[in-house]
Structure formats: structure tokens, C-alpha cells
């Protein structure tokens, strides 16, 4: 027995389980840490599908995973902030520390990044994962395992809402309401939004969206035949602004669909001068409505993982009881059966939301 038994995704639709070498201490302040839950993401099951996203191409064996939380097995000599048995949330992607974007603040920029389940770097679905200290963030008491987990996709909603610059008194559109969508939602009502409207096509989804950050929701109709998509988007912006009393439009809208009708609605929802925040990953090229974005003054953004500072915050909104992120959890797996888990993932039923694994004991 190697010791680390291991998810790994060998091709394309093709999984199995591995009994891997237990990974070793890479320098001082690297900890190996022991994976207690892991959160399947969209992304995880789209490398099984599809075996790539973007320019990130499978081509070789590689774990899967990167939403874990865990135990801190063992320390490197120079580790100071952690010891054996802290219970720890992983932030999956560590930079290379030295390129310009690194250096100036910007990390989630690096070129070089070690990002778990993205190709060729194997993810946390294995009994061990060393990873670099400073991006282990020790959880209180008070979060248990499965909340440690879920800091991933809490930290990338505040991320999101950093990027958009998310302020008190502004009214926030979010284009689809997934986890990534709500958990956003809930960010930017703890940011002081006025009013945070949350847009999806599932009406399951609106009502989860109700229970959390929205104070209103929205589910678009759909296109009469012979509309053109653009000029059917641009009515649906319409009808959100007439709807919800928004005049010309809101301050801010983060889409967190990736859907192209959504990038489309977002941008004619949002008002002369807002700000709109792509951070959902659909088609890579779609029909932008770019002579609004130019005449209306937009501000465009992109966001991608997390920013500095959004683990802690993260970890803060969880452990204070201002985001509730149990009730996101709606299935359960053991290690054993973690194909199950992606297969319910990929079946995308509106009763499945966010499927934890728990880690090998
Ligand atoms: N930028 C980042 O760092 C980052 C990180 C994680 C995930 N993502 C991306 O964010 C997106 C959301 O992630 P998720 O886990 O919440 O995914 P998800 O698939 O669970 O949620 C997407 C939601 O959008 C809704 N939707 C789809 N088409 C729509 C349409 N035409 N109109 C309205 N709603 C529509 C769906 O019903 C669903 O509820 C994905 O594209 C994912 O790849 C980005
Ligand atoms: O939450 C992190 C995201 O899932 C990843 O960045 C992925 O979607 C792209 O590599």
C-alpha cells in the first residue's frame, strides 16, 4: 500500500481510483495536509467530460478536487502559523511569488499558478495533499469540516464582489443563481447592496435564492419565436428595470451564469456608467452588445478565483453565521463512491446543489 489513495481522472470519461505515493514536503513551509470533505465543482466534471477548459488541456493522469477542506498532517520546519491536527480550508491555487503580477498584488494574474484539478497539476481528492502553508487558513472551532469546504466557493463570491466593487446602497443584478450565483448574492448583501435581484431559468433556484442574499428574483421568459437572442435580451433588461423599479438600470450586475443570453441581459440591465462582472465560464466567444458598453460608459470586469483577502473574509462570513452554507450541501458521499458523485453532478437535477465527498479515513 502506497498510502494515498487517489480520484484521478486517466482520460477523458475515464476515472479510477489510485493508491498513489503519499506526496512529500516540497520545501520549509509546505504542510501535507489530510483531505477531510471536498466540494465537486462545475469545473471538476467539465475536465471529466470534456478533458479541458480553455487552454487548460488534459494530457495526462491527474487527480480531481480542489473545494477541500482537511487536517494538517505533517509541517515543514519553517511552517510557524500551523501544527499537526489544525483543521485547516485549502485555497487550491498557489502562485509562483515572483512575476510582476505576483509582486504588484495581483496573484490570481500569475502565469505560473499551481491550481489544483487543473492540467497537468492533480487536485485534493486524495487521502493526502501538500500544499504551501500561507494558503492553508486554520478554521475556528466552530466550522466543522463540511463548512471548511465550502470556503472555496465562498471565497470566489467574494472575490466577484471585490472585483465589482460592491458597495452600500447599490442595487446588484446576479445573472444565474448556482452556487457560485447565490453564494455572490449573500456576499453582496453583507457588502450594504440595497437591493440584490438574483436571475435564473429554474424556478427551484429563484426560490434557494429568496432564502438567501436576494431580496428579489427574477426568471427571464422565453424568446418569442423569430426574435433575434440579442434584441429578446435587451427586452428582458427591459422588463427587469421596469419590474424592479430600477429606472436605468443597476449599479452593478455580476454574472455568474456563463449562459450568453445572461452576459447579454447583464449588460443591458446594468445602468450608464455601472459596473459589470463577467465571472461566469459558458461558450468562450459570444455576441457582445459592445456599441451599449461604449455609448453607455460600462465599466467591464473579469474574475477569476479569489483576490487576497477573500479566504479570511470568507472564513468570517461562514463562522459568524452571516452566510449559511449547510444548507447548500444536499447530497453526500463517501470516498468509495466518488464516480457517483460525479455522475449526480453531471446529471444536473434541480433537487441536486452542492455534493460533498468526505476524504478517505
Ligand atoms: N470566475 C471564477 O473564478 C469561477 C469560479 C467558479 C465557477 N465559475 C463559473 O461560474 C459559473 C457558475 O458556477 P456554478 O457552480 O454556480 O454553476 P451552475 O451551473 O450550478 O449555475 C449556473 C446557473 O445559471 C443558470 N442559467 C443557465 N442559463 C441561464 C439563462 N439563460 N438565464 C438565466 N439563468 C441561467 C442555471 O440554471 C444555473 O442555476 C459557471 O460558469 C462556472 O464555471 C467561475
Ligand atoms: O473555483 C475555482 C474554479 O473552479 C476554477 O478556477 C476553474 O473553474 C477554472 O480553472
Redesign the pocket.
Known amino acids: 500500500m502506497a498510502g494515498n489513495l487517489s480520484f484521478v481522472l486517466r482520460a477523458v470519461k475515464d476515472v479510477a481510483f489510485e493508491d498513489r505515493a503519499k506526496p512529500k514536503l516540497r520545501d520549509h513551509h509546505d504542510v501535507i495536509v489530510h483531505v477531510s470533505q471536498t466540494g465537486i465543482?462545475g469545473?471538476d466534471v467539465h475536465y471529466w467530460q470534456r478533458g479541458r477548459?480553455g487552454n487548460?488541456i488534459l494530457t495526462g493522469p491527474m487527480v480531481l478536487g480542489?473545494e477541500s477542506s482537511g487536517v494538517v498532517a505533517e509541517v515543514g520546519s519553517l511552517v510557524k502559523h500551523l501544527k499537526v491536527g489544525d483543521r485547516v480550508a485549502m485555497e487550491p491555487g498557489v502562485p509562483c511569488r515572483r512575476c510582476s503580477h505576483c509582486k504588484g498584488g495581483r496573484y490570481h494574474n500569475c502565469g505560473e499558478m499551481i491550481?489544483a484539478a487543473?492540467p497537468p497539476w492533480d487536485g485534493t481528492l486524495a487521502k493526502y495533499y501538500v500544499n504551501a502553508s500561507d494558503f492553508c487558513y486554520k478554521v475556528p472551532d466552530s466550522m466543522d469540516m463540511e463548512e471548511s469546504a465550502m470556503v472555496?466557493?465562498v471565497a470566489?463570491a467574494c472575490a466577484i464582489n471585490k472585483t465589482a466593487d460592491v458597495r452600500a446602497h447599490q442595487t446588484v443584478i446576479v445573472m444565474g443563481c448556482g452556487p457560485i450565483g447565490i453564494l455572490s448574492q449573500a456576499v453582496a448583501k453583507q457588502s450594504g447592496a440595497k437591493k440584490v435581484i438574483g436571475v435564473d431559468i429554474v424556478q427551484s433556484r429563484l426560490d434557494l435564492a429568496a432564502q438567501y442574499g436576494a431580496d428579489e428574483t427574477f426568471m427571464p421568459p422565453r424568446p418569442e419565436p423569430g426574435v433575434e437572442p440579442i434584441v429578446h435580451a435587451e427586452r428582458v433588461a427591459g422588463l427587469i428595470r421596469e419590474k424592479f423599479n430600477l429606472d436605468d438600470g443597476a449599479d452593478v450586475v455580476l454574472e455568474c451564469s456563463g449562459a450568453e443570453a445572461c452576459i447579454q441581459m447583464g449588460i443591458f440591465a446594468t445602468k450608464p456608467g455601472g459596473t459589470f462582472t463577467q465571472a461566469g465560464?459558458g461558450k468562450e466567444n459570444v455576441l457582445f452588445p459592445i456599441t451599449h458598453v461604449c455609448t453607455q460608459a460600462l465599466v467591464i470586469k473579469g474574475s477569476?478565483?479569489y483576490l487576497n483577502g477573500c479566504y479570511p473574509a470568507a472564513i468570517d462570513l461562514i463562522s459568524s453565521g452571516k452566510i449559511n452554507v449547510k444548507r447548500l450541501i444536499t447530497n453526500r458521499y463517501k470516498f468509495e463512491q466518488a464516480e457517483e458523485a460525479f455522475e449526480l453532478v453531471r446529471q444536473a437535477r434541480q433537487d441536486v446543489f452542492k455534493v460533498m465527498i468526505e476524504g478517505v479515513q
Open positions: 465543482c469545473s477548459i487548460y480542489h491550481f487543473t472555496e466557493p470566489v465560464m477569476i478565483r
